[in-house]
């Protein structure tokens, strides 16, 4: 089992470098921490008494995995949640923030453990979760993990804006399709065909 300076690290990977993409409504990211986070964090790196893109390009990959470790995974309890569903769910709140924990939230509810879907990890979450594994101790993390691909087709067909990164420009998997599957067995990966018919509708 990874640690989670392991998993930090590989998600940094994951991210890439700095970007400043409109159709993104993170803003300039760099390393998958954006401008916002930084603003909250209050990480004026070249002390001019405001953060702006600069900073963010300004972020070392090493100050980014302390931010993703230490807010990202302590800071909102992820760390309590089962070691199965942590990777998937550290990953995915790098990308989507308390979106994440939604995801979760919703999911134990269809499994029929009833909680409050606020995006918060308390301890009715971290207990429903620990129920939910033990129940289907070998498909709850990829049934988080489909979730989660599910969660990015339908951000897609709601925002034609975000539909390149679901969809590439030939039709295959996008990255954020692809990114949720580095966390769902091979045996539930969707095919290109099966991809193709899922993206049809948005033309």
Known sequence: MQNVQEIAEEIVAREG???NDPDDPG??????VTIHTMRRLGLDLDDDGQV??????ALSREQAIGIFVRH?????RIDRL?????PSVFD???NAGANAVRILQRLLNDMRITVDVDGVIGPQTVAAARAALAAAPDHFADAYGIARRNYYYALADRRPASRKYARRRDGGKGGWIRRAEEFISPRFHLTDAQHRERVAPWG
């Not at 803003?27 to 998958?32: F, I, P, S």
């Open 17 to 19: 470098g700095y970007v």
């Open 27 to 32: 803003g300039a990211t760099n390393h998958g």
């Open 52 to 57: 702006t893109a600069g900073d963010v390009r």
């Open 72 to 76: 990202y995974y302590h800071g909102t």
């Open 82 to 86: 089962p070691k199965d569903i942590q």
């Open 92 to 94: 995915m709140y790098v």
